[in-house]
């Protein structure tokens, strides 16, 4: 990344710096390593669909073990959750 301006370099380091600090607080409040939870999460997915006009949106089915890991985040409240 090419940054020459220092707005553009402290809006980079706060973007990073941001980050950094949500996945320290998922890696806390789930008990897992970041690389893990992005893993299991990554393959919910919903769809929204429009035809003739109307409109629907179909939310993901979600697994136990993966809503334990949403709750968990949600909450703030860690459970036991296995890797």
């Known amino acids: ?4 301006t220092r707005d553009a370099i402290e ?10 600090a949500v996945s320290r607080e998922v890696q806390r409040r789930s008990g ?6 992005i893993r299991q999460l990554r393959p919910l997915r919903s769809a929204t669909i429009t035809a ?3 409109t629907q949106t179909i939310p993901p089915q979600i ?3 993966r809503r334990a ?5 949600t ?8 890797e």
């Open 63 to 65: 697994d136990p073990d």
């Open 69 to 73: 890991i949403i709750d968990t985040l």
């Open 75 to 82: 909450t703030g409240k860690s459970q036991a959750l296995s």
């Open 1 to 4: 990344m090419f940054v020459r």
């Open 11 to 20: 809006a980079h380091l706060t973007i990073v710096f941001t980050a950094l």
């Open 52 to 54: 003739n006009g109307a």
């Open 32 to 37: 897992l390593a970041i690389r893990n939870v």
